[in-house]
Antibody, heavy 120, light 107 residues
Framework: EVQLVESGGGLVQPGGSLRLSCAVSGFTFSDHYLEWVRQAPGKGLEWIGRSRNKVNNYTPEYAASVKGRFTMLRDDSRNSLYLQMSSLKTEDTAVYYC???????????WGQGTLVTVSS | DIQMTQSPSSLSASVGDRVTITCRASQGIRNNLGWYQQKPGKAPKRLIYAASSLQSGVPSRFSGSGSGTEFTLTISSLQPEDFATYYCLQHNEYPITFGQGTRLEIK
């Protein structure tokens, strides 16, 4: 069974940093693209980044709203994707979801999300 | 960026009704579109990929169509569990973008 489990959310002050984790199971971690998508309270879905697969050197793509502040990293030994977030703003407050490649037949599964609150 | 515009933004319907939601892309995206259902407090669930292919395990009352710039999601006979918010997503080019959502409510 495919599973994606996010963790690491919490309360952080503006300007601070936080690292989210997405632990996956049920598929070969290195073979698949992975996405980060967020949802501000009461708002719609916003794609914020993609980590390509190992064949594509795990190269990332970022939305303009987070580029230069957020970084995605992978750890093959832990089957985990990380989202390192820095220079956080109040508008980064959201539930952050990890998802398996939204563009393929085999993908489209999502984790349950983790809430990040940026507030003083 | 490609803008995805859904209509309507909200919709009231009854159990058994046929419902259609439209998603328009600001430029052509071939068939690189998916449809997602989200219930309150839950993660989105993919219903349709490649514009018209039904995700495994999704009831056949859901169907998708379209290519290029105009797409539709149809629910042939609404069931109580279908009341939720629906989103389209394009993955033809970066940044990947979502529609603003369509909230489907019980009449």
């Amino acid at each position: 069974e495919v599973q994606l489990v996010e963790s690491g959310g919490g309360l952080v002050q503006p300007g601070g940093s936080l690292r989210l984790s997405c632990a996956v199971s049920g598929f070969t971690f290195s073979d698949h693209y992975l996405e980060w998508v967020r949802q501000a309270p009461g708002k719609g879905l916003e794609w914020i980044g993609r980590s390509r697969n190992k064949v594509n050197n795990y190269t990332p793509e970022y939305a303009a709203s987070v580029k230069g502040r957020f970084t995605m990293l992978r750890d093959d030994s832990r089957n985990s994707l990380y989202l390192q977030m820095s220079s956080l703003k109040t508008e980064d407050t959201a539930v952050y979801y990890c998802a398996r490649d939204v563009s393929t037949i085999s993908g489209g599964q999502w984790g349950q999300g983790t809430l990040v609150t940026v507030s003083s | 960026d490609i803008q995805m515009t859904q209509s309507p933004s909200s919709l009231s319907a009854s159990v058994g009704d046929r419902v259609t939601i439209t998603c328009r892309a600001s430029q052509g995206i071939r068939n690189n579109l998916g449809w997602y259902q989200q219930k309150p407090g839950k993660a989105p669930k993919r219903l349709i990929y490649a514009a018209s292919s039904l995700q495994s395990g999704v009831p056949s009352r859901f169907s998708g169509s379209g290519s290029g710039t105009e797409f539709t999601l149809t629910i042939s006979s609404l069931q109580p569990e279908d009341f939720a918010t629906y989103y389209c997503l394009q993955h033809n080019e970066y940044p990947i973008t979502f529609g603003q959502g369509t909230r489907l409510e019980i009449k």
